[in-house]
């Protein structure tokens, strides 16, 4: 498991060190540049580049983040590389300046234009020089910053992004992203590399932050054991393996998991389709489905494994009235139209609510939830949604306004309705109303495909229904990786996502990670993320053993 931390948690974790009776700081600072220098090396060599004879640009602000960078420089220069230093507030941190030039570095000032008493600075001429470099590394602002790239340095960090400069390794953190949130001021130059130091900044786990980030790589400190519990935390693909439910030995459809699905209509009958082809394949032992019968006849052409439990409220071809069947879990609200569905909805989350099991509540269906909700509700909008349901409860923020905060108000939400929150985007973040949130983004945006969140639904919902028994209370596995107890919804919600993610990269053809190195993949299908599940899923535990 991926574990993150505030900025500001790693400050504090630090201070001990940093007595200045001791020369705690410096060491530090010592080992973050080593790492961030051997990264850089790493990386040419990945590329397959010479690192001797080829150039580093590293803009440096005046504090400690701009230490890190020049320290890092000064390595790089004695092992053959170029380097040129960018100062973006005129001064930087003494002994590391002192050293990038004993090692033979060249020093630009960036220069405002009002300084030198000129109209025109030298922003866009730097960027240019930069821009001609095979390295540039971001070392302007780190934890210590407060606020965006201002002036001078805002305009360099936007000519250098317009120019695409070959390959960015942010220090610690981008520049203008905040450590703590994620949230961005812009312009934020963006790297292919984050090399980020002590423990992983939340803000690179989370958009519109992680996705200025590139690829993150951790380099330990010697603080890590003071650090305080994460604020954030990702599953890897091993932790899957261990999360997955199996069946025991003698385990039969009903112990298995029964999923009971509201959604579809006669206008969006393919959300039905969609979200029981998803959970049947996600190894519920049964799912029951409610709703029209020209709905459920599409449903089972499909899918003949479902049950049809008949139109319900509405009465119309079916056996109306309650359930007929025991279900461990629901499945409310993907393509809901109509009375007769929204009627079955109601129902459904009311049966959910007093018999005490968990619900997935998607899309329509958000708009019917009681003032508050149940942990084990796990509620999927996506940012629209989202903005809505904060919208129902006077607290009105716009989709934007998620999209460039989506940590803070997803965890709004869950505090708000008391409810899981899994907020859907490139990065999808879990809350749980204990405040604790998972963040996964395995995905690839090919994805981003109608019907792609009614099979999320889907694969939640069996997964629900798989672990809603006395497993999710005492079960071995997440407590193995220390997630509490009431924080096992939205951890199970994270797998979900995890499983979704990969079975759409798989269908697609390229991983998250190749997606974002460049390497294309091709357009998927909702109804082939779901296909790939049953394969992906099997490849994940086959090394568990
Ligand atoms: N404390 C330590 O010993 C360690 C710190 N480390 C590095 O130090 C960084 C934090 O260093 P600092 O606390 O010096 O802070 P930063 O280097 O992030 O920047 C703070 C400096 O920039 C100025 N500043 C803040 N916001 C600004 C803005 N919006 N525009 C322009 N200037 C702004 C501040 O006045 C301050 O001088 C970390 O990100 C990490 O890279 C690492 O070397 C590990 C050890
Ligand atoms: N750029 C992206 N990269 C990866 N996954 C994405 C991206 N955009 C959307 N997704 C995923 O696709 C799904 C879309 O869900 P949703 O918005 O509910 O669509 P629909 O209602 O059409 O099913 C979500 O699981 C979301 O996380
Ligand atoms: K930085």
């Given amino acids: 498991m991926i574990s993150a931390f505030t900025g500001t948690d790693v400050r504090a974790a630090e201070q001990p060190l940093l007595d200045p009776r001791s020369d705690g700081g410096a060491v530090l600072m010592q080992r973050a540049a080593h790492g961030l220098a051997a990264a850089i090396v790493s990386e040419l060599r990945a590329r397959g580049q010479r690192f001797a004879g080829s150039g580093v640009t590293v803009l440096a602000g005046k504090g400690n983040n701009g230490g890190d960078g020049l320290f890092a420089a000064s390595f790089l220069a004695r092992r053959g590389m170029r380097t040129t230093a960018v100062l973006t507030a005129g001064s930087a941190h003494t002994e590391a300046l002192a050293a990038f030039t004993a090692a033979g570095g060249r020093v630009l000032i960036l220069d405002s234009g009002s300084n030198a008493g000129s109209n025109a600075g030298n922003a866009e001429e730097l960027a240019v020089l930069c821009a001609g470099d095979d390295v540039v590394i971001d070392a302007v602002l780190g934890t210590g910053a407060r606020g965006g790239l201002r002036g001078a340095a805002a305009e360099l960090v936007a000519a250098l992004q317009e120019l695409r400069p070959r390959l960015v390794v942010a220090c610690d953190v981008p520049s203008g992203v905040d450590a703590d949130t994620g949230e961005v001021h812009w312009p934020v130059l963006d790297a292919q590399l984050t ?63 029964v999923l009971g699905v509201v959604a579809g209509s006669e ?26 019968a020209a709905v459920a006849r599409q449903v089972l052409a499909r899918t003949p494994e479902a049950l049809w439990e008949g139109a319900g409220a509405e009465g119309a071809n079916g056996s109306g009235g309650a359930w007929p069947g025991r279900v461990q879990a629901w499945l409310v609200g993907p393509g809901l139209d109509g009375a007769g569905q929204l009627e079955n909805a109601r129902d459904a989350l009311a049966a959910a609510l007093d018999g005490g099991q968990p619900a997935v509540v998607d899309a329509g269906a958000l708009e019917l939830l009681p003032d508050r909700c149940p942990p084990h509700w796990i509620l999927t909008p996506h940012a629209g949604e989202l903005s809505a349901l904060l919208g129902r409860s ?16 997803v965890r709004l939400a869950a505090e708000h309705t008391g409810a899981t929150v899994l907020l859907k985007g490139a990065t999808t973040l879990v809350a749980s109303p204990s405040g604790a949130v998972f963040s996964q983004s395995e995905g690839c945006p090919w994805m981003a495909t109608a019907g792609s969140g009614d099979v999320l639904a889907g694969i939640l919902g069996a997964l629900l229904a798989q672990c809603a028994g006395p497993g999710m209370d005492d079960d071995g596995a997440f407590a193995a990786l220390g997630v509490a107890p009431e924080d096992r919804w939205a951890a199970l919600g994270a ?22 190195a460049g390497a294309g993949g091709g357009p998927v299908t909702a109804l082939g993320i779901a296909d790939a599940v049953s394969g992906v899923w099997a490849q994940i535990v086959a090394d568990r053993l």
Avoid at 195 to 219: H, N, S, W, Y
Avoid at 270 to 285: F, I, K, P, R
Avoid at 394 to 409: G, I
């Fill in 195 to 257: 090399v980020t130091f002590g423990g992983i900044k939340a803000g690179l786990l989370a958009d519109p932050g992680e996705g200025c980030a590139g690829r993150v790589q951790l380099v330990p400190i010697g603080i890590e054991s003071l650090l305080p519990a994460p604020v954030l935390r990702r599953f890897s693909t091993a932790d899957l393996a261990a999360l997955l439910p199996s069946p025991g030995r003698r385990a039969h459809k009903y112990s298995r998991g």
């Fill in 495 to 516: 797998v979900a996502v995890s499983l979704h993610g990969l079975a759409g990269s798989a269908a697609s053809g390229v991983s998250r990670a190749r997606f974002d």
């Fill in 267 to 292: 206008k969006y009958a393919g959300a039905a389709v969609l979200s029981v082809h998803a959970a049947v394949v996600s190894g519920a032992g049964m799912v029951r489905y409610l709703g029209p």
């Fill in 394 to 409: 006077e607290m009105p923020v716009t989709r934007e306004d998620v999209e460039s905060r989506p940590l803070h108000f």
